[in-house]
């Protein structure tokens, strides 16, 4: 079906706008999402305010939003919030991107990540992707849009993403709660099924409440492999979570909650390269891999309100635990050129696979103090320090190298490593109200990030390629067999160092202007630096990168920090008496000595090239009656890499002399940064006869245009655009609500993510740089359910 015949289906039936952004439960609390005039209430500021009066690019998702959407995770979040991009390359992993900037890091080997994610206040985001933290009895989600330093710190480089759980009610009724089940089949899968419950116990009214929530989730999958079976990326997840909230008196609330959740997870959603993405077939690797990911999150929060300032305490101990174990396609086939077999028409078997099991531990303490004054100055501070410890085990084994290998092994790789990180910060942000509707706002956060990584053990094959005087790779074989490289020891000899400082001591400043022309316009601008600290890589690639000079493996093995200079400018407004939102904004970004990752021929972390980033992002709403809402919002990008880059002048077989190995021309797009992206949508509610059942439904297309998944912009690597149609429809009342929904009901499945055999570029006919796709990642199936919820 063309791309615009499938837009018109939706436009058809929800050509209108809301912006998710701009939406909320009315003061009834039983209405449904879209179905409102009033704007969602967020605490992006660490106050209550609508986002309608936030010069600030905030989109926001209450718990009924959550609800009647069908929001699970990640992805479909990213469904909803213009310039938020998501690649979900297996359950429960996400590789964002907001307004362009992506972590383009090995998830091993990064310190920090280029987005904040906050639970209950409390940082969980990871180095490389990230986790879901389930939308089971959320509150509410809001995402933030561009550096958020002063608030929210060094890793809000392109914005924050914030978790709500639900507290108790202490004003509502002793005894409530929610159960939710869900059945659905996968075309050409298998089935999926969830349940779900929370419940809230009010054990003094006004004073002392408790909730208990809890779920579990089985998705069967729909990735084939030959050798294995049919539907091997499947996935079991299940978690608790309780919420202890104290009111003693109307100015101290205290609030306490445990979350524990435990993933284990089949082979991620890779098919074979080259293939029909509909095909849904990975036979590349002999043996599917798992990955196990566990969390347990403790949080306390105490807020004492003085009037004037409200002082707020927020503890978080965080640790997750997590072990993959999967087929390393880069290095399976990257390998190939490096060996070679005696015998005559005789071949390595170079197929490897990747062992990592990384334990995180954090400890968090942040002290806030928000004003409330009558005058015209208010202010917001606070006092912030992290502990975080992860150490990694990895590995690459690889049962056939060992015939080319001395001492023979059946492994490239093994290697420990820890990496420490503490960070001391402060903030102040000001508001200034020259007039009632003129207001400046000035901010500044330190901070000062040191992190100490240290390899412990690291025993590698002494990778570094050997080239004829035609510049063909000499290949390693059984009589010239490759040796082993001890690199902590490697390191030591050349009188450099096994533990490396990374000081990131900096002012992050933010500083805009919000002037309301009347109660219904608000125009605003911005302007923020962030920025993230440096780490370091894998010996394997350092040794590749060096070369013949051990001298270079020092710098090789690093990486520094990056950073970001966004401006913005936007206008909020509202119309029609509210019935018509529209929220536009523009930016520009400039990222400075991005961290992006190469394969030399196993990953490394390093800064390449600056970027570009130019945007625009419109959110509207529009209600046509009490009835029925539309909503459009959309995302226009431009990103690209300015400056020439490149490593290993040598060329690797098959490449021109003086063709870079790794190369990125000025002018490359960015990775996963479509020009256009957008989602529209309805949503629809009818009382049924003089009874309390209406009929409901709500829908959501979203179209991402083309984007390049490689640095080079390998034409192998451009990626087709992509369109999806989620639609629910349902039977609810008070008590009881039973929907049926279909997810990617246009059943357009594509590569979303892939990566290439550098080793094997060539220029065409054409003279166009290219490598073939050595991995590639695609999205869900169509998917049919239905679910049933009980409130009791």
């Known amino acids: 079906m063309a791309c615009g015949t499938k837009i018109a289906l939706l436009a058809s039936s929800a050509m209108a706008a809301l912006t998710v952004s701009a ?15 009033d704007e969602i209430i967020v605490t992006s500021r660490f106050r ?49 991107a907001i307004r362009g900037v992506k972590d383009a890091k090995a998830g091993a080997y990064a310190t920090s990540s280029v987005y904040s ?13 990230q986790r879901d933290y389930s939308s089971v009895d959320l509150e509410r ?95 079991d997840s299940f978690g608790g979570r309780a919420v202890l909230l104290a009111r003693p008196t109307e100015a101290l609330e205290v609030r306490l909650s445990a979350f524990l959740m435990r993933d284990d997870l089949g082979e991620s959603t890779q098919v074979d390269p080259g293939s029909d993405p509909e095909d849904l077939t990975f036979s590349s690797s002999p043996m599917s891999g798992f990955v196990t990911d566990d969390f347990d999150l403790y949080t306390g929060k105490i807020s004492y309100d003085f009037g004037a300032i409200k002082l707020t305490s927020i503890t978080g101990y965080y640790e997750r635990d997590n072990i993959d174990t999967r087929f390393s396609a880069g290095n399976s086939f990257g390998l190939q050129a490096f060996f070679a077999s005696d015998t005559p028409g005789g071949s390595i078997d170079t197929t490897t696979f990747q062992n990592t099991a990384t334990k995180q531990e954090q400890f968090s303490q942040e002290f806030r103090f928000v004003s409330d004054f009558d005058g015209p100055v208010n202010f917001t501070s606070g006092l912030y320090y992290r502990d975080k410890d992860i150490m990694t085990v990895a590995g690459l084994d690889c049962a056939g190298c060992a015939a080319v290998t001395t001492p023979a092994r059946d492994y490239i790789l093994r290697e420990t490593s820890t990496t420490n990180s503490t960070q001391y910060s402060g903030f102040l942000e000001v508001t200034y109200s020259l007039t009632d509707q003129l207001r400046l706002i ?16 690291n025993n590698v094959i002494n990778l570094v390629p050997r080239f004829d005087m035609g510049g063909n790779l000499i290949p390693w074989t059984e009589s010239d067999p490759i040796d082993f490289v001890d690199f902590v020891d490697l390191l030591l000899s050349i009188g450099a160092s096994d533990v490396y400082d990374f000081h990131l001591k900096r002012f992050l400043p933010r500083g805009g202007v919000e002037f309301e022309i009347n109660g219904d316009i608000l125009l605003y601008a911005n302007a923020a630096v962030g920025a993230r600290n440096g780490g370091v890589g894998q010996g394997v690639s350092a040794l590749a990168i060096a070369g013949p000079d051990p001298m270079g493996i020092e710098d090789a093995v690093k990486f520094d920090e990056d950073s970001v200079l966004t401006v913005e400018a936007g206008v909020k407004s509202s119309w029609l008496d509210g019935d018509l939102i529209a929220n536009l904004g523009v930016f520009h970004t400039k990222f400075k000595d991005t961290q992006i990752i190469i394969a030399a021929p196993a990953t490394q972390p390093l800064n390449g090239p600056d970027q570009r980033i130019i945007g625009l992002e419109l959110e509207t709403l529009y209600r046509f009656d009490d009835n029925f809402s539309g909503f459009f919002n959309m995302a226009l990008l431009d990103a690209e890499f300015t400056g020439q880059f490149a490593t290993l002048d040598t060329p690797p077989p098959g490449a021109p002399m003086g063709q870079p190995f790794y190369d990125i021309k000025d002018g490359n797009a960015a990775t996963h940064a479509p020009k256009l992206s957008f989602s529209t949508g309805y949503s629809y509610e009818r009382p049924l006869g003089s009874g309390d059942w209406k009929l409901t439904s709500t829908g959501v297309f979203q179209y991402i245009g083309e984007r390049f998944a490689t640095v080079q912009n390998y034409p192998s690597s451009r990626l087709d655009s992509l369109e999806n149609l989620n639609l629910r429809i349902g039977l609810e009342n008070d008590r009881v609500a039973l929907n049926l929904f279909a997810t990617n009901l246009l059943n357009d499945i594509e590569v979303i993510n892939s990566s290439a055999n550098l080793f094997s570029q060539a220029v065409d006919a054409n003279g166009i740089l290219d490598a073939p796709a050595i991995s590639a990642s695609v999205n869900r199936p169509r998917t049919l359910g239905v679910s049933l919820t009980l409130r009791y």
């Open 442 to 457: 000035g901010g500044v956060r330190y901070v000062d990030d040191k992190v100490v990584a240290t390899f412990i053990d």
């Open 117 to 129: 994610l906050f639970l209950d206040d409390v940082s969980v985001a990871s180095p490389g992707q």
């Open 141 to 235: 989600i809001e995402v933030i849009r561009g550096p958020q330093p002063t608030l929210f710190g060094e890793g809000a480089v392109g914005g924050v993403i914030r978790y709500f759980t639900a507290d108790p009610d202490l004003d509502g009724p002793g005894f409530t709660g929610v159960a939710r089940g869900q059945l659905e089949t996968i075309k050409d899968g298998g089935l999926a099924y969830s349940g779900e419950n929370a419940s809230s116990l009010i054990l003094a009214p006004g004073k002392l409440g408790l909730r208990v929530s809890g779920f579990y989730r089985k998705d069967e999958g729909f990735i084939d492999n030959p050798s294995e079976g049919e539907d091997v990326n499947d996935f």
């Open 23 to 37: 939406h909320a439960q009315g003061e009834n609390g039983d209405g449904g999402p879209l179905m409102v005039r």
């Open 48 to 96: 209550e305010e609508s986002i309608q009066d936030i010069g600030a690019s905030v989109a926001g998702l209450s718990g009924d939003d959550i609800n009647d959407l069908g929001v699970r995770d990640l992805e479909d979040v990213a469904r909803l919030v213009a310039g938020l991009q998501n690649i979900k390359s297996q359950q429960n992993s996400n590789d964002i």
